[in-house]
């Protein structure tokens, strides 16, 4: 029953290409199974069907949940996670990878680190940030950049309370800029934006799942199609680190601790232990290291 | 000979003077229009003439070229014509604006501009028609009137050549407005330098190029200020006819700028301008872009939020991650997009010897992958607890999982630009609340923000976080 009513609810929130044939399906279901050959009919119990073109996540169990099997491309995407716990380039860089042309940062949280998101294929040069204080210049920004015609996607991050608190009319007025000029739009917010009225067409909630593991749990809030009850679990690191905190994970039942005293001796003992397993000794700090500058790093 | 003459209506600079888009000077506006047509365009009493004949073959004979000028490349202010085989003959008519042109012997000694300071004199003695003045002895007009009413007259009839100052395009653009009212703040100023910026796409067009920078300057009243002057320059990285987006800028410039005293004058001098290539338009509807350009994008976000605020990172060899990528200001390396420059062009030179390792960021993914997503700009010092750094803002302990990456680089440094030097030996450690984290422990005392060794242990920093 409560699924029920939250079809329901779906059917209210998703106003565009709708006919609300759900309570008259509840009634006679049978006169409107013509319903099923009509492409602008959606069914609230189904995913819907491709309105914009959709970028692939780069997460296959994602992908399988996302109506068309990807991000929305000219649809505002919010994702919504805690404050201290990033986790959004895990879960956005392989669709950035896919597509070309300039990423826009709007009140990054940090520095994005070039060498870091080059090595899971994003070129840094195609980043641009937009450092902006107040909410209102971050979504003044946001709504410049997807009018603009060379911009492929925008990432805002939204804070919330205070002065600054994001309206959900103003979020309207991104989904409307995004989906005039089909751009990909993910706006970051945080946990507290769960309980709040949203136009995103996608609402996804990220955190990192706890105890060592080193996936990423999803919760899809909101979608075009039936609710999720379960949160997704996805394998988001870059291979190679998948790969190191693999070998890890076995040692980390006794993790390596430097005591101060003589802290340069026991250093040289755990380097030297730590080359027994072949993995962790091989963390060149720079490639190629033939470099003069790495050989204090070989010979310690 | 055939010379048109083109007036602009007084309704075109009157009551219009409030729009949008009415020009300063719109009688020097319409002869820089009408250059494209002929070199010999001449501005005389109010009126712009221009000599065709040389140039109709050009543009496929009188009738084609007529066409153009009077429908197809409409004027720039709204304007009257008159044309004839001389240009005194085709002023006079341009004075009369009658609907039938009237023969040269029919028309008024008033339109002569030669004949009025004579006029009470020939109208007592019955002359009043230019037929009629012709018809008079030559050697007594020349000595009752002077030479130069013949000289007028032969012009006029096609006796003698007409030679005029002929107008030239001015090198550098510069207008000077006189403000209807006292402008109190600086907004309000834009007012009039659209009409400037109207002036300056008119010049712009005729010399096929495109502004990159202008100069908008105001004279404030010189009563209440000791220096009665302020400009704003504005640049743009491309050059652009598109006035909308020059004006856009000196908005959002303007907005900063405030007026000490009221501002009665202004005026526009175009300081730098490039060839404006031309562009390949599409038959086809889908390669229709809507939307503005990324350098337009970038200049506006810019002029607001500030070039500081809008920010591109270029690769830069070091071993030290804070100094792996500068940031630099973003617009006015928009082209880099365009041109999709490879990063290895960024590199500044000094790099010199290190340059082995300046490649490609793509080709070292297999090392790399071990870099953080997120850098934070300032190292966060961790407090220690046990020997243990603990996480920053819970306080629950970091688990180190791989480590140490040591480096050390930087010792060379003696200026402020080169860095400090850095000892570090980064970890990969873990916090229950902040998930994957890249944290650094100082190796030699007395080179982190806080300084120095303290009883409890060497220094850990936050530095990068894996998003």
Redesign the interface.
Known sequence: MVNTFSQIACVGFCLQNILIFYTVYMANPLPITFAREMPSVWRADELARPVDAVVATGHAALDAQLPAGGWPVGALVEVLQSK???????LL?PALTRCS??VLLVG??????????????L??????????QTTA?RL??CE??L?????TAVLAWLPQGGSGRVRPEQLRRLQMAAST?SKLLFVMRPLAAREESSPAALRVLVS?Q???Q?GLALHILKRRGPPLAQPLSLPAR????AA??AV?RRQ?AA??????KD??EE?REA?HDASHDTF?AR??????AS?A?DR??AA? | MHWIALQPLPDATGPQDDDDGALVDALAALGWWALQFTPRVAQVEGAVLMEVSASERLFGGRKPLLDKIYKKNKPVALVQYARAATSLIAIARLQLSGPASRKPDDLPLTTLLAARPHLPTLTRIGCTAWGQLRALPRGGLVRRFGAGLVDALDRAYGAKPELYPWLELPAVFEARLELTARIDNAPALMFGARRLLAQLHVWLQARQRGILALELGWELDARRQDAPRGQLVVRTAEPTLDMAHVQRLLAENLARVTLHAPALYLHLRSLETAALPGTTTSLLPDDVRVGDSLHHLLERLSARLGAEHVLRAVPYADHRPERMQVWQAASPAASVFATNSVAAHAYPARAGGQNHASKQPKTDARSDALYPTWLLTQPLKLPVRNNTPQCAEEGGPLTLLAGPQRVEAGWWGVSEEDGACALRDYFLARSEQMGLLWVYQERLPGQGAAGGRTATGPDWYLHGVFA
Do not use: K, M, Y
Not at chain 1, 123 to 132: S, W
Not at chain 1, 238 to 241: D, K
Not at chain 1, 283 to 288: E, V
């Open positions: 201290s716990n990033l986790n959004e380039w895990r860089l042309g300039p990054a949280p940090h520095q994005p680190f070039g060498p870091g998101l080059a090595a899971q294929g070129d840094p040069q195609r980043l641009l940030c937009v450092t902006a210049q003044w920004a410049q950049a009018r603009c015609a060379d911009v000029h990192g706890g105890s060592g080193e870059a291979a190679r680190l190191l905190l890890t980390v993790p390596l601790v430097i005591s101060d802290g340069d250093r380097n962790i963390i060149t700090p720079f490639p190629g470099h500058l204090t790093a310690a």
